[in-house]
């Protein structure tokens, strides 16, 4: 009995066992891939919603494009020197006659003179004219008419970013009679720039128009170009810089009653805001944030290191890059009638000793080129006698004796007849 009793046993667990072998089976071949139950049990996993819905909201951003339906201007934006610029210039009616584009090199020697000149201190972001240069305009050609020079030459400008200002916003009704493109080799090789597509002004600018043909060129490698194709597929990741904006001005605008009240007054106001601001915030700028002074006692900052970092080595691939986009602004300006000046600027021999060997012969050799192919003048600035070392603040930047020197060079010219 008790042997029987354990054949028994034996013979019910291996009923069991094969029960739980043929269960175990069954799940197995439901599982496999394309089975209808394994199909509907990865539908029903919050992951697999969550993906269909973005699909389904990223297929409806694409094909209505809210952003499409609202003025580029309009749309909440980072303020930048290129964002304060471009809403002062879109409020002349008629636009400016004269638009001078190009790097701080022009905006600070500009700036500089017309605080002397008007004798008073201008915020940056406000004050975008050239009033010296219009004086000497409007004395030179006696016009009735008011006459209006628009600086719109800001920190760390390339030519990409000069060709894109005048693509997005020197066109039809807005375009002026001349631009005046103030140059130096920076502009064409400046190590501290990943890509021509990552500066503030071809981030902000390239709202205005659609920019497929400039892929190559604003994103030369293979990544960054992988980044924007991915964009144009993805809405969303296509146009996250204005969405981050626009969360952070609903941000700004729910927080401030709340800290305002607790909160003591900017000391940037009173501070040279590039030394006390993140270098990666330097585009971003405020009412009050850079004011300039007129009458500024002359002094010399020999920032050899900041140019050996950014023009020491010469970067052919950029120089390639950026000859081209002079190729297309002068191209551009042809087909809107706009009538440019190419100028070459000044700079001190300090500057042009911290250059690679032979950078700056291939440099002044581009802008020949490009003048004599597009039949425009090029005003070579650089070695003449007029301008001397005081006329400087730094090995690049002139101050406003230099900037009086350089906008009397300008009004001179005989290419300009208002």
Not at 90 to 101: C, D, I, S, T
């Amino acid at each position: 009995m008790k042997a029987q009793s354990t054949n028994n046993d034996i013979y019910v667990k291996d009923e069991a066992e094969i029960q739980r072998l043929e269960h175990t089976l069954n799940e197995s071949q439901s599982d496999e891939p394309g089975s209808a139950w394994s199909f509907r049990r990865v539908l029903a996993s919050p992951v697999s919603q969550g993906l269909l819905l973005f699909l389904v909201l990223n297929a409806a951003l694409l094909f209505c494009q809210p952003f499409a339906r609202v003025n580029a201007r309009a749309l909440p934006a980072v303020h930048t020197w290129t964002w304060w610029a471009a809403q002062e210039y879109f409020g002349y009616k008629p636009p400016p006659q004269v638009v001078l584009l190009g790097s701080s090199l022009f905006m600070h020697s500009v700036s500089r003179q017309d605080a002397n000149f008007l004798g008073k201190d201008l915020d940056y972001v406000r004050h975008h004219r050239s009033n010296y240069l219009e004086h000497l305009l409007q004395t030179r050609f006696g016009s009735n008419k008011p006459i209006v020079c628009f600086n719109f030459s800001m920190p760390g400008d390339l030519v990409s970013d000069d060709y894109m200002i005048m693509r997005a916003l020197l066109q039809d009704p807005n375009c002026p009679q001349y631009v005046v493109i103030g140059l130096s080799i920076r502009d064409f090789i400046d190590n501290a720039v990943n890509c021509p597509g990552t500066t503030p002004p071809f981030r902000y600018l390239k709202r205005f128009d659609d920019i497929d043909d400039l892929v190559d060129l604003a994103y030369p490698k293979i990544w960054q170009r992988c980044d924007y194709q991915f964009g144009k597929i993805c809405y969303l990741w296509q146009k996250k810089l204005d969405l981050q904006v626009i969360l952070d001005e609903q941000t700004k605008q729910i927080v401030r009653p709340l800290i305002l009240p607790l909160s003591a007054s900017s000391q940037l106001n009173n501070l040279d805001y590039r030394h006390h601001v993140p270098n990666n915030l330097h585009s971003e700028v405020e009412e009050g944030m850079a004011i300039v002074k007129p009458n500024i006692p002359n002094s010399f900052d020999p920032n050899y290191a900041d140019y050996r970092r950014r023009c020491g080595k010469p970067n052919l691939p950029m120089f390639q890059i950026q000859s081209t986009f002079l190729d297309k602004l002068l191209t551009l300006a042809d087909g809107r009638k706009i009538k440019p000046i190419l100028l070459n600027m000044p700079l001190t021999p300090e500057n042009l000793a911290l250059m690679p060997p032979g950078s700056y012969e291939r440099y002044l050799d581009c802008l020949r080129t490009m003048a004599k192919t597009h039949n425009v003048p090029l005003v070579d600035l650089n070695g003449d006698s007029r301008f001397v070392h005081s006329d400087f603040y730094d090995t690049a930047h002139m101050n406003a004796t230099g900037g009086r020197k350089l906008l009397d060079a300008i009004a001179r010219l005989d290419y300009i007849q208002l």
